[in-house]
């Protein structure tokens, strides 16, 4: 226990010293503020992210490749992303077949609406809808049972402009209430449908327009007005509504039956998702699938915090244990031990890495697993330098008097160590451990972006994404917002560990202490 | 007073160190060449006496210090032994556990013949002093922790209470008092003299019978040597310890020791008890030696002093063959009749009479 004692006061006498400077605060407070966050990462961000993350259908109703929201502020014309579920849906019969945008809607007709108002000059990525909660349950009748094959749907997706026009966004596809109980895909916005829309409606006032032009821009056009003067298509700002009908046909039913059912909650679609998908989105951003960037960097604070801390401790109990075993008791174990180091030093780590997360990829191993083995060689090449400089520092103390003086009464080899040696390596262990956890973040950043990917949202893999994204063809060098963070947070994270390192310097090394 | 029986005796003891090469000088030749700190040297220090060694830096004298207590590496001994005869109650405690060989006579163990493992108790009665009171004492622990560690590493005192007790008292023994005072104070809150004065309580406090004290008060302020050497001198007629004093400086030997060896380059060349050896010395070293104490009569200080020594101390690892201190002697110049044998032969210790003895050829039977 007085062994242990000891080691607390050098860990308390470092910490006092590095609080004292103005580095050592910057560094504390910068490691605080990432361990609070990544404790709020971890209540915040579901654990199974990950799998959200690599599965494309989850993240299809947010807009791709779009700034943060938040660029408004600076001037930046956005269209805000809208999603809205709608439980006030309200049915009714028409018995009259009513005329909208070229459809005709007769018999049982359900409606859901909601508003969208465009403020500024963009324009959104497009609409999606999903039918979110389908009660298909069966019907019983006075003239018999109805089932959810039995009964026909239609959905039609409108979009009232504030000019007047209204627009159907969809290609109406009639399926059974049992069938859109089950899909979960979005009913989608048609380029098609709403190209022949407009090029009809422009070609009525004598503007001229190709059903090409017209379906490759029918997203713009549809929140957009044509110039033919100038060819360019500008955002039509003001309120649109957004229309989400739904027809029921079914044999041998009384349709006000069905209408009072759907009414009641007894079948039919209960709730509708209405999605715009605006031109920019949340904290930070999307990436090209959609990807929520601020969700990701979120979930990657503990994950890089725990690279970096197993990498470094890890090394630095390999270093320092190997590092006084060779220096303390020398002779063939520590020729041993440096000639391994020679050797371990002098393998390239990142091309070794680079082939063995290569080798890893083609065995199909990610994720969590391709982290620890990367982790594990980070480890394996890496406690060389360290064992190097504790061997120098231990032969050093080991030729202090006071350790003969222990020898001669009688102290044990491991009381020794424990007690006049260790003590004295302890605060520069804490330095170059401080000093190793932004280096193996860094590596582990670096070989994301070399192309050895284990499939978790880590910086280095949003950073990566980003430059296959400019790399591939389809994207431009100005998404900032994909590359900025990761690369601000993984140097405000190395920032923060080097301030910390530099200001435990001090202590190991006194001379460097400013008065 | 002395008692009759030694308390600890070297015995023909030579201890080399190899020299280092590199890997490619080591593959080219077979030959090791070694450092002859010690050299073939034999002596004995008896109950409550004080044996001197002196010589100059490098003669082998700490090495010599070192290698009495164990701390020189036994693979560095080349022959020769180590005789220490432990307290009664130690030797039995010890005895039952040695093999036959470590102890060649009742009472008395042969210091490196023990297998590791098994010397730490005797190294209760084994005890050293450094030179060095900055160096010696582990600048990150209190007094109380420095003075506890050898009752831990030994298991004396089974509650902290019992140890602090003898802390205590072994601190009021070296008068660092009032001990309270000291115990939570580190090494660098101490003067030079309270340091070396803690390094003695550390040695103390096992109760050795055998002490080496290596150059105590050479790095202390002139001021508090006094005070030192007192101390120690009282801790010898206190306790009757046996004490070897290592030390570069005769007239302090004077003072201190009954008994003085005088060595040069590994080896002892003249000794005997101190007042006789410097009253009347006989070896040209240490008539040498004897000339360089400075004079404190003001008187003499414009006068030049005639030099009784020439050229530089001869290297430990190419001995010249016969007597090792021929090149710097001036005698070996004057003297035509005795250099045949100076050439040739090592000079042997010649027994000149009241325990006085010489290394050197003048004074052999022709």
Known sequence: ???????????????????????????????????????????????????????????????????????????????????????????????????????????????????????????????????????????????????????????????????????????????????????????????????????????????????????????????????????????????????????????????????????????????????????????????????????????????????????????????????????????????????????????????????????????GVSGWGMLWVIILFLVILGWGYLALVVRSMTLSIKSEPYIDAAKAIGASNARIILRHVLPQIIPYAMAALVFNVPGAILTEAGLSVLGIRHNLPTWGTVLALARDYISSGGGNYNIWWWILPPGLLMGLMSVAFVFLGLAMETVVEPRLKRM | MPGDSYVIKAEDLRVWFPLTKGLLASLLSRQRRFVHAVDGVSFEIREGETFCLAGESGCGK????????????????????????????????????????????????????????????????????????????????????????????????????????????????????????????????????????????????????FMVSDEPVSMLDVSIRAEVLEILDQLRRQFNMAQLFITHDLALARYVCDRIAIMYVGKIVEMGPTDEVISNPLHPYTRALMAAIPEPDPENRKRLRELKIKGEVTSAVDIPPGCRFRPRCVAYDENEWVRSRCETQEPPLIDMGRGHSVACWLYAKK
């Open chain 2, 62 to 209: 700490s090495t010599t210090g070192r290698t009495l207590v164990r701390l020189t590496p036994p693979e560095n001994i080349m022959s020769g032994r180590v005789l220490f005869r432990p307290s009664r109650k130690l030797f039995e405690e010890v005895a039952p556990r040695l093999p036959s060989h470590a102890i060649p006579e009742e009472g008395v163990v042969d210091v490196y013949a023990v297998p590791e493992k098994l010397f730490k108790p005797l190294r209760r009665e084994l005890q050293i002093i450094f030179q060095d009171p900055f160096g010696s004492l582990n600048p990150r622990l209190r007094v109380r922790d420095i003075l506890e560690e050898p009752l831990i590493v030994h298991n004396i005192g089974s509650t902290p209470e019992e140890r602090l007790e003898r802390i205590v008292k072994v601190l009021e023994t070296v008068k660092l008092t009032p001990p309270d005072e000291f115990l939570d104070r580190y090494p660098h809150q101490l003067s030079g003299g309270q340091r070396q004065r803690v390094a003695i309580a550390r040695a103390l406090i096992l109760n050795p019978r």
């Open chain 1, 1 to 363: 226990m007085a062994l242990l004692g000891e080691r607390f006061r050098e860990v308390e006498e470092i910490f006092t010293e590095v609080k004292g400077q103005l580095m050592g605060k910057i560094g504390i407070g910068l490691i605080l503020f990432f361990v609070v966050v990544s404790l709020y990462s971890l209540v915040a961000v579901p654990r199974n992210f990950p799998d959200l993350w690599n599965n494309v259908k989850y993240w299809e109703k947010y807009p791709k490749t779009v700034p943060p929201s938040w660029v408004s502020y600076f001037g930046v014309p956005v269209a805000p992303f809208v999603d809205v579920v709608l439980n006030n849906g309200t049915t009714q019969l028409y018995l009259q077949p009513k005329q909208v945008a070229g459809v005709t809607l007769f018999g049982v007709v359900q409606t859901f609406s909601f508003n969208y108002t465009l403020p500024a000059d963009a324009f959104p990525q497009g609409v999606l809808v999903y039918a979110r909660n389908v009660t298909n349950a069966t019907l019983r009748t006075p003239m018999g049972v109805v089932k959810p094959q039995d009964i026909t749907v239609i959905a039609y997706v409108f979009l009232h402009r504030p000019d007047g026009l209204v627009l159907l966004l969809n290609s109406p596809n009639p399926m059974t209430l049992a069938d859109l109980a089950t899909v979960k895909s979005p009913i989608r916005f048609s380029d098609k449908t709403v190209g022949l829309q407009l090029v009809e409606y422009y070609n009525k006032r004598g503007v001229n327009m190709t059903q090409t032009y017209a379906q490759n821009n029918a997203a713009r056009l549809a929140f957009g007005e044509y110039d033919p003067d100038t060819h360019e298509i500008k955002p039509l700002k003001g309120t649109y509504t957004i229309e989400v009908v739904f027809t029921y046909l079914a044999r041998n039913v009384d349709p006000r039956l069905l209408v009072r059912a759907i009414n009641a909650g007894t079948i039919g679609v209960q709730s509708v998702e209405g999605v715009v998908q605006g031109n920019a989105y949340g904290l930070m951003g999307t990436d090209d699938k959609g990807r929520d960037l601020y969700e990701a960097l979120l979930y990657a604070f503990p994950i890089e915090l725990l690279i970096g801390f197993v990498a470094a401790v890890l090394n630095v109990i390999i270093g320092v244990v190997v590092g006084v075993v060779s220096g303390y008791y020398g002779g063939w174990v520590d020729e041993v031990i440096q000639r391994t180091i020679d050797i371990i030093s002098n393998i390239p780590v990142l091309p070794i890495l680079v082939l063995i997360g290569a080798a890893l990829q083609r065995e």
